[in-house]
């Protein structure tokens, strides 16, 4: 079955690195589209960047563009995602996304269970 496993969650102070992964599993990787999500407590799940297959064209969230990295490896069935100068925020579940490359629209997402962000001081 489809398997999304997220890591590296933590806690990072402003202005500070966290590198984000996700382990696919179930699937063939290269068939998907991937990303990443984060929801904070009481918010709606956002996007904050996605990778597509083939071409590997990566698409951010305008609050993360020249900070956040996607990139994805596709003999290792793994997304990463490289966060640069974090700002403050509340602890937020970042969530890994798997998406069919022949399917538009979220009816056949794939989701891991999420890894914790605190970014604080």
């Known amino acids: 079955q489809v398997q999304l496993v997220e890591s590296g969650g933590g806690l990072v102070q402003p202005g500070g690195s966290l590198k984000l992964s996700c382990a696919a599993s179930?699937?063939?990787?290269?068939?998907?589209?991937m990303g990443w999500y984060r929801q904070a407590p009481g918010k709606e799940r956002d996007l904050v960047a996605t990778?597509?297959?083939?071409?590997?064209?990566?698409n951010y969230a305008d609050s993360v563009k020249g900070r956040f990295t996607i990139s994805r490896d596709n003999i290792k069935n793994t997304v990463f995602q490289q966060m640069n100068s974090v700002k403050p925020k509340v602890t937020t579940v970042y969530y890994c996304?798997?998406?069919?490359?022949?399917?538009?629209?979220?009816?056949?997402?794939?989701w891991g269970q999420g890894t914790q962000v605190t970014v604080s001081s």
């Open positions: 996304n798997a998406r069919p490359l022949w399917v538009t629209g979220g009816t056949s997402d794939c």
């Open positions: 179930g699937f063939t990787f290269t068939h998907y589209h």
């Open positions: 990778i597509t297959t083939p071409s590997g064209t990566t």
